[in-house]
């Protein structure tokens, strides 16, 4: 699933939201702040290929990747080769933006909505032939709950 992909989704851009994961993966959905794949809620997240770790079976690992910041995501379902662990759901690669995708740019996305709720966040990156940094601060709120 590419940038383009997740910009296209309704709602998948927001912060701490993985609609992103849940409208174009077949047998994904959220009960209980919770992400569950054909049933079961063990997944695996790696960045790079690198696995994040996750002792806490309850924790959903997932709503700490902000979609803004994402480039790809691999997504895998079903049967997993034992190098995903012991987590056998799903698992997702996440490759976040590298700043070769920018030439001296910075972005800023704004937003605000009933209940004075906001997602925000400003970007910079850039790159040279060897080089490239990507930096970025989100901020979200709202007044529900």
């Known amino acids: 699933m590419t940038r383009a992909e997740i910009l296209e989704a309704p709602g998948a851009t927001r912060t701490n939201s993985l609609e992103f994961i849940t409208d174009y993966t077949p047998g994904a959905y959220m009960v209980h702040d919770q992400l569950h794949i054909r ?16 002792t806490n079976i309850a924790a959903n690992v997932g709503a700490q990747f902000d979609p803004k910041d994402i480039d790809v995501v691999e997504i895998q379902r079903g049967g997993q080769s034992p190098e995903y662990g ?8 996440v490759i976040p933006k590298s700043g070769f995708e ?14 004075h709720s906001t997602d925000s966040q400003l970007s910079f990156g850039d790159h040279s032939e060897r080089f490239a940094w990507y930096a970025s601060v989100s901020g979200t709120r709202s007044d529900i709950g």
């Open 39 to 54: 049933g079961g809620h063990q997944v695996s997240w790696l960045v790079d290929g690198i696995p994040v770790p996750n």
């Open 86 to 93: 012991d987590r056998t759901y799903g698992a997702f690669n």
């Open 102 to 115: 920018r030439d001296r740019e910075a972005e800023l996305v704004a937003t605000y909505g009933s209940r």
